[in-house]
Structures are given as structure tokens and as C-alpha cells.
């Protein structure tokens, strides 16, 4: 026979007072420099200030040449000078009509290879194929061809953009519509969306966080192609359209030439600024209404 097993008591127990909870200051009111200190550009900015601060201490304090690294002061006097004669802004909307000329027929082309990807077994296969061959070539390296075939102008630079953006661009979209979950494609399948209308109301919301990161890569990648394209042939480019062709990077270039060192610096810290203000406004404010609106990533 099986014993009963006996039920244990236990003697009764009682807890001491153990006074208010503190939970913290779940209430209290930020002061003015916790909210200054919130704000993700003050912080970001700050770390510029800082950056800039120790470049002017560093280049006064070690006695540097200034052909190897200017003073910021004089950098950013240069930069002045540049902006206040209109060359510089003339120079940086020159390149950025190229840039967003190859930037949206790039998007264009990477839209229809992901499409086609997305929706036919065949299209997958020529975009995985195309983005094994082409991905790892270096734009820059096509500048030989561009000239070729279309000369010295505006035209073979937007060429050479267009391999900086389509493969960045087209490859993270097709990895995220491939991400989607089962659950969210039932759901569109029972909703009978189908084709194109299946991609734009349901992959393209739930695979947005990897194609707004395509974006800002095929951004990143357009840019620095440019300047790398006009230091080789914006003097080119210039000689042949107009005294007002040249671009962001044939003022560095050109400067160079000359010897103006702080006019140099102050071209490349024209595209750094250009590239913080894309990533931090544009790009930000895309992602605050979209991805992290919808829950999707994390502030």
C-alpha cells in the first residue's frame, strides 16, 4: 500500500513594517538642461564643437605646418570666404542636382529589380546573380567606361552613381521582403492582395526598416562616389559646360592644386556637413514618422 502524504504546516509568519516604497521621482519636472540634453541633435552637435575645439588646440599647441593640417580658424575662414563669394554654394548645388539626377533614376532601377525579384522566381535569380557580379565592383572603376560612352560631362557621373545606388538600394529591400513573416503574407493572401498591390500595402510597410537602411547606404555610397568622380574629371566637366559646371569635389581639387590648404579643408568639411545634414535631418525625420512611429525600432 501506498502512503498518504501528510500535509507540512508551517508556523504563521508576519513581516515587519517596511515603510513607503520609493520608486523614484516618477513626476518630477525635467530641468532645462535634462531637456537640452534629450535632443538628439544638441548632443550630436556637441560632439562636432568638441571635435572642432580639439582640432584648433591640437594644430596651435604641436606647431603642425599648415600645408599638412590648417588651423580650424583658418578653415573656417576660408570656408567664409567661400560661401560668401557664392563659389562654394554654387560648386554644392552643382553636385547635388548630379547626385539626386543619379539617386532617383538609381531608385527607379533598384524598384524593378526588387519588384521583379519579389514577385517571379526568374527576377530573383538576375537580381542575386547581378548583385554577386556587380556589388563588388567598385564605382569609381567604371569612370573609364562612362567616359567612353558618354564623354566628358554631367552624364557619366550620374553612370557611375547609378552603380553606387542600385545594389545597396536593391539588395537590403529584396532581404527585407524576404524577412517578412508567414503570418503577415497569410494575412495579405487572405485580404486576395496580389502582384504590385501586394508589395506596396504589404512587403514594402513590413520590410520598410531594411529599405529605409538601403536608402541611406545607397545614399552614403552616391555621395562619395561624386566627389570621388569629380576630384578625377570635374575640371573636365567644368571646361566643357561652363565656368559654373564644376562641383564640391573639383573645389578641392583645384584648390589643391593651388596650394590653399584651409580652402581644401574647408571643401571637406563642406562634405561632411552635406552628409551630417542628409543623415540627421532627412533621413531622421523619414525614420521617426515611419519605422519607430509604427513600433518597428526602438528611439
Known amino acids: 500500500m501506498s502512503s498518504v502524504p501528510q500535509t507540512v504546516v508551517r508556523d504563521e509568519f508576519e513581516a515587519v513594517d517596511l515603510g513607503s516604497a520609493s520608486h523614484g521621482d516618477v513626476a518630477r519636472k525635467l530641468t532645462i538642461f535634462e531637456r537640452i540634453y534629450e535632443m538628439d541633435s544638441v548632443r550630436k552637435f556637441s560632439i562636432l564643437l568638441l571635435l572642432m575645439v580639439a582640432w584648433e588646440m591640437y594644430t596651435r599647441v604641436s606647431g603642425v ?19 560668401a563669394g557664392e563659389q562654394l554654394l554654387i560648386m554644392v548645388w552643382n553636385s547635388m542636382t548630379i547626385l539626386v539626377t543619379g539617386y532617383a533614376i538609381g531608385l527607379a532601377i533598384a524598384t524593378v529589380l526588387t519588384t521583379a525579384a519579389t514577385m517571379t522566381r526568374f527576377g530573383s535569380d538576375v537580381l542575386s546573380t547581378l548583385t554577386a557580379m ?26 557611375t552613381l547609378l552603380h553606387s545606388v542600385i545594389w545597396p538600394v536593391a539588395l ?6 524576404m524577412g517578412v513573416s508567414e503570418t503577415q503574407r497569410m494575412v495579405g493572401r487572405n485580404y486576395s492582395l496580389k502582384g504590385i498591390v501586394y508589395v506596396v500595402k504589404l512587403l514594402i510597410p513590413a520590410a520598410f526598416p531594411s529599405i529605409l537602411m538601403g536608402l541611406k547606404i545607397g545614399w552614403a555610397f552616391a555621395w562619395r562616389t561624386l566627389i570621388a568622380a569629380e576630384l578625377v574629371f570635374g575640371g573636365s566637366i567644368s571646361d566643357t559646360e561652363g565656368e559654373q559646371a564644376g562641383g564640391l569635389g573639383w573645389f ?24 551630417v545634414f542628409v543623415e540627421n535631418i532627412i533621413f531622421t525625420n523619414i525614420e521617426m514618422r515611419t519605422v519607430r512611429r509604427w513600433g518597428m525600432q526602438s528611439s
Open 172 to 177: 537590403n529591400a529584396h532581404t527585407g521582403f
Open 65 to 83: 605646418s599648415e600645408l599638412i593640417l590648417p588651423k580650424f580658424s583658418d578653415t573656417a575662414a576660408a570656408l567664409y570666404s567661400a560661401v
Open 134 to 159: 556587380l556589388n563588388p565592383l567598385p564605382a569609381i572603376a567604371l569612370l573609364p567606361m562612362a567616359l567612353l560612352w558618354f564623354g566628358l560631362g554631367s552624364e557619366s557621373i550620374v553612370f
Open 252 to 275: 578641392v581639387f583645384a584648390n589643391q592644386m593651388d596650394m590653399q590648404i584651409p580652402h581644401v579643408f574647408a571643401g571637406l568639411f563642406t562634405v561632411i556637413l552635406v552628409g
